[in-house]
Every structure is written in C-alpha cells, then in structure tokens.
C-alpha cells in the first residue's frame, strides 16, 4: 500500500520567512482568512503538519 505525498508543504517567501502552498495548486494556503505567509520556520513547520494530517483545514478558496 502507497499512501499519498504530503497535500501541503513549506516555501520560503522571504529572507528569514516562509509560507504554507498547495503542492497541486501552487498557491498560497490560507487559514481563518489569512495566507498563511510570512511565517518563522517552525511556525509554518507546526502548521503544515496540521494541514497534512488533517487538524486544520485550509480554506476552501485555497485548494481549488
């Protein structure tokens, strides 16, 4: 059994920031309405892996 990549990863976006994208989308995550974008390191690090297992959902907007 295969299981699936990762839906979310971490890009730098600045430089000493990162934000969260849509591996199939591109773009930029957002969360309660914000891009989830100019974050410290571990911050995003705490938030992707949220977003992959499913504690946190992204905004519908985000992952169309």
């Given at each position: 059994?295969?299981?699936?990549?990762?839906?979310?990863?971490?890009?730098?976006?600045?430089?000493?920031?990162?934000?969260?994208?849509?591996?199939?989308?591109?773009?930029?995550?957002?969360?309660?309405?914000?891009?989830r974008?100019?974050?410290?390191?571990?911050?995003?690090?705490?938030l992707?892996?949220?977003?992959?297992?499913?504690?946190?959902?992204?905004?519908e907007?985000?992952?169309?």
């Amino acid at each position: 059994m295969t299981s699936e990549p990762d839906r979310f990863d971490i890009r730098k976006d600045g430089y000493d920031t990162y934000e969260i994208f849509d591996v199939r989308t591109g773009r930029t995550v957002s969360v309660g309405g914000k891009p989830r974008a100019g974050l410290k390191l571990d911050e995003a690090d705490v938030l992707v892996d949220m977003l992959n297992s499913g504690d946190q959902e992204p905004d519908e907007e985000t992952v169309q």
